[in-house]
């Protein structure tokens, strides 16, 4: 079984000085974390607010990369870089955990394809086109209010991502955003850490025909573990393991078992459900699917295996074209 976790925000805290290689530090991932985890491949999101200007979202996502290949040099006995799937499945062979690279906020592209491309030669593999505010790309699920979908602009850079094989991340997106991409993007499109708005109405979560349309198109929607996300009663009661299997569930009804995977948010979230306070107990998640009566080869695909035939396919459109 390949374990992907298709988002952390671990790069904000090696920012604040988390020492990927050192044991029992406060984030939620690490080496040692990721070895408990059983997970094979880790997206490491670089996160900038939409209150930074543009200028300043490129120099802080620099650092983060920065960051991420010092990491890289330092702990290259446990960790090597991945941009393919054929890459990550070899570092797993020589006993590697492999670090794949997203952006989580296309504002650091500031309104030019050729950093877009740049970032891009620096290993980012996916862009999640907002985070919460509109930017020049596209509208998000927090506002909505700029250009009511796409810009003219982002339609130039889905165009340009799918040309190079890099994701359509539409986490965060809003709703109308979301329908523009599907309209546009040639190749698959995923949300690599959001949840299910029939259990849970939040905003960020993506509705039924959502998750169907995304599904419909080869797509993956990626199941967070957000309190906020999984449950509107989580002030009162904590959400649990049962609750993010819950949205496993509900999204394999809705869009198929070949439409669903994780995406932790681990690092990016606050507070964490009940006994999955960290990427070191993610094998819960395995264990709880299996009481659910899932099978051996449908947890492989939730696992890791749903994500990597979405990212070949997203490579092979780009080679298509």
Known sequence: MFVLDSHCDTPTMMMRGLDLGAVGGCGHVDIDKLKKGGVDASFFALYTSAELSPDE???????MLGKIYDALDAY???IALATSPSEALRNKDNGLISIFI?????????KSLSLLRMYY??????????HNGDNEIADAAAEGHRWHGLSPFG????????????????????DETFYDVIRCSKAPIVSTHSCCRALASHPRNMTDEMIRTMADRGGVIQINFYPAFLSDAYQE?????????????????????EH????????????????????????????????????????????GGNFI????EVISCSLGQ
């Open 76 to 78: 290259k006995d446990s």
């Open 102 to 110: 997203g952006m989580e906020n296309g504002s650091p592209i500031q």
């Open 121 to 130: 030669r620096f290993g980012v593999r996916y862009m999640t086109l907002t």
């Open 309 to 312: 035939r979405v990212f070949n």
């Open 57 to 63: 979202s490129t120099r802080y996502t620099l650092e």
């Open 260 to 303: 669903v995977g994780i995406g932790t948010d681990f690092d990016g979230i606050e507070i964490t459900p009940e006994g999955m306070e960290d990427i070191s107990k993610l094998p819960k998640i395995f264990d709880e699917l299996t009481m659910r009566g899932y099978t051996e080869d449908e947890i492989e695909k939730i696992a």
């Open 237 to 257: 009661r904590m959400p649990s393991v049962k609750d993010i299997a819950a949205h496993i569930d509900h999204a394999v009804k809705v869009g198929g078992i």
């Open 155 to 174: 339609r130039e850079v889905v165009e340009e991502m799918n040309r190079l094989g890099m994701i359509v991340d539409v986490a965060h997106v809003s």
